[in-house]
């Protein structure tokens, strides 16, 4: 007996016909399981998608470091000072600390109130800072048109600016041409050179993003008179190197250089983008582990009702075995021969359920996109081809051991019991 044979295989469906209602039943909770384990690991992707699409292509081995307040006097400083990162310090961190890779210094807060940004008639809110080129490594954009700002810029105290879209659309016409305008920011005169876009969604950051203003951080410095002050650091680490060390490393040495109590925590507002990292990816790893908990219980449910109602047509089909033997049919033809059975209706069952899941999905996604509904909370559910296939293989073998047990009974009884049996 092969797989190929085709009086074999017309038995296996004149067997799954003599009772379509059983067999269409039997089939449904095979196609039920798969269809549930597909759209809830498509979900739970959909919920890792939207917490992802927050961070955009900010690399996850970088560091934010920001001045704050004070809480613990020391060295004859009270508690609640406020004091702010120089550019020696950034010297300091990129010649002591060799684990770091980009290093990103910031200055912010400057005219950042109503109306800061004038062209003509037209006036707009808008965060500008001022950055070096590295800031578009750790936390890139889309450039549009034009450019980002370049070391010469930095060296040149270029009035140069890079808009967002919103910028715009706000403060330019439908067709109007930004690159080559002037923006006055803050009272001073920035020429546009470049224009982009957040690779965040909106409903994820994207929106304030695009709202945002990059300048040549040496220009801002000089153009409104922030001597050598830098407002905070973007940093990324070498490849290997954890984030909290170098976290770790930067913090104490700022301490150092500002007289901050080594206990002192509250004198840093920071952000480790690795640590948020590791902890979304225990989150949906666990989420993903209860899924597939849930998911396989529910296939075996179905896979068990295989399984049972091959025992019930082996009932009925005792005589039909016994004859087989007796003619010269080997254990293993029966066996193999019943196994086929259920394979075959766990495989196709289970096909259908995988197929309609991930359409549903595809459907589900399709729908989200056309209407703009991604939310923060879910994004664009979809399964991994790897687990579809892994929940496919899972189904077959289950299937295999749905058909072994009841094909055991089978030819568990002499051949003369099996031709008595009533």
């Known amino acids: 007996m092969t797989l190929i044979d085709i009086d074999k295989w017309q038995e296996i469906f004149l067997t799954l016909k003599k009772n379509k209602l059983r067999t269409f039943f039997t089939a449904f909770g095979v196609f039920w399981g798969i269809f549930m384990l597909v759209v809830m690991l498509g979900s739970g992707r959909g919920l890792k998608d939207a917490a992802y699409g927050g961070l955009g292509k900010l690399m996850t081995n970088s560091v934010f470091i920001a001045p704050d307040r004070t809480s613990i006097s020391y060295n004859g400083f009270p508690k609640g000072r406020i004091y702010n990162f120089t ?221 049972n109602i091959m025992v019930i047509v082996i009932k009925e089909r005792t005589k039909e075995f016994g004859i087989k033997r007796a003619v010269g049919a080997t254990p293993f033809k029966i066996i193999l021969q019943v196994i086929q059975e259920s394979v075959f209706l766990t495989t196709f069952a289970g096909y259908f359920g995988l197929a309609i899941g991930v359409g549903l999905l ?28 892994t929940a496919l293989i899972i189904l077959i073998v289950a299937g295999l051991f749905a058909g072994f047990i009841p094909a055991k009974r089978a030819v568990s009884m002499k051949p003369i019991e099996a031709l008595h049996d009533e």
Do not use: C
């Open 87 to 307: 550019n020696d310090d950034t010297e300091a961190i990129l010649k002591r600390i060799p684990e770091v890779a980009y290093l990103a210094p910031e200055t912010r807060g400057f005219s950042n109130g109503i109306n800061n940004v004038v062209r003509g008639k037209r006036v707009g809110s808008f965060f500008a800072s001022g950055q070096y080129p590295d800031v578009n490594i750790i936390n890139p954009v889309q450039i549009l048109k034009g450019r980002f700002v370049n070391e010469l810029d930095i060296k040149e105290l270029r009035k140069v600016a890079v808009i967002g879209e919103r910028v715009v659309e706000e403060m330019y016409d439908k067709d109007e041409e930004p690159i080559g305008t002037t923006l006055r920011i803050g009272g001073v005169y920035f020429t546009v050179v470049g224009t982009f876009k957040s690779y965040r969604s909106d409903n994820n950051g994207g929106e304030r993003d695009n709202k945002r203003i990059y300048l040549p951080f040496t220009t801002v410095q000089k153009a409104f008179n922030q001597g050598n002050i830098v407002q905070g650091y973007a940093i990324t680490t070498q490849a290997g190197i954890s984030a909290s060390l170098v976290e770790k490393k930067v913090k104490k040495l700022l301490r150092e250089r500002h007289d901050i109590h080594p206990d002192d925590k509250r004198a840093f507002d920071s952000d480790n983008l690795e640590e948020e990292f590791k902890e979304f990816e225990m989150l949906f790893n666990g989420i993903n582990g209860l899924i597939w908990i849930v998911g396989i219980g529910t296939l075996m449910a179905g896979v068990i009702g295989v399984s």
């Open 362 to 389: 595809e459907l589900i996604s399709y729908a989200m996109t056309q209407s703009g509904a991604d939310t923060e909370m879910f994004s664009n559910p979809m399964i991994d081809f790897n687990k579809a296939i």
